[in-house]
T-cell receptor, first 112, second 114 residues
Framework: GENVEQHPSTLSVQEGDSAVIKCTYS??????FPWYKQELGKGPQLIID?????GEKKDQRIAVTLNKTAKHFSLHITETQPEDSAVYFC???????????FGTGTRLKVLA | DTAVSQTPKYLVTQMGNDKSIKCEQN?????MYWYKQDSKKFLKIMFS???????INETVPNRFSPKSPDKAHLNLHINSLELGDSAVYFC?????????????FGPGTRLTVL
């Protein structure tokens, strides 16, 4: 069945360093890849997304890259700050479908 | 504030009871969802409604029954609660049904079954 693998499950970085979270999806029909950030006690919130016709997208300190051939996509956070500490989820959405398959989440800790 | 809201935020109940969680969105969206997040933070879709019609029904026990009285509301009723139902339940909404429409999540309802 459809599956999205996400690594690592936990990630600790020093403030100011970069963080990279990687996901792999199985459904070749997937064409939309959002990333959500979930802070403690809150619901997930979209931080960046990418469609399959684009290889990279950047928004300030956050960037996402997509390799459709390998079915890989990654989240890159540069100059990390303590407020970046949260659980991050990748997801894959298919063509014509509104259903997301979420990755298993990455708990990011930014150490001051 | 425009948002997705859920009530209650916390729900503690005994095994075997029946309970409901309510969700409302004032974003003008026509598609709403229920997700379950277990203790390991795994987020899995349960149901989705578009214009009050059920469009996604994952392999969820029949004890779970969603109800959408109108486009702005999607409630979740759970019968005969079991220990394994303990989780955080999130409601979400989006404009339209294509995958690249952002899903907006509510704050979650933490259900604890004793």
């Amino acid at each position: 069945g459809e599956n999205v693998e996400q690594h690592p499950s936990t990630l600790s970085v020093q403030e100011g360093d970069s963080a990279v979270i990687k996901c792999t999806y199985s459904d070749s029909a997937s064409n939309y890849f959002p990333w959500y950030k979930q802070e403690l006690g809150k619901g997930p919130q979209l931080i960046i997304d990418i469609r399959s016709n684009v290889g990279e997208k950047k928004d300030q300190r956050i960037a996402v890259t997509l390799n459709k051939t390998a079915k890989h996509f990654s989240l890159h956070i540069t100059e990390t700050q303590p407020e970046d500490s949260a659980v991050y989820f990748c997801a894959a959405g298919g063509s014509g479908t509104y259903k997301y398959i979420f990755g298993t989440g990455t708990r990011l800790k930014v150490l001051a | 504030d425009t948002a997705v809201s859920q009530t209650p935020k916390y729900l503690v109940t005994q095994m075997g009871n029946d309970k409901s969680i309510k969700c409302e969105q004032n974003l003008g969206h026509d598609t709403m969802y229920w997700y379950k997040q277990d203790s390991k933070k795994f987020l899995k879709i349960m149901f989705s409604y578009n214009n009050k019609e059920l469009i996604i029904n994952e392999t969820v026990p029949n004890r779970f029954s969603p109800k959408s009285p109108d486009k702005a509301h999607l409630n979740l009723h759970i019968n005969s609660l079991e220990l394994g139902d303990s989780a955080v339940y999130f409601c979400a909404s989006s404009l339209g049904t294509v995958s690249y429409n952002e899903q907006f999540f509510g704050p979650g309802t933490r259900l604890t079954v004793l």
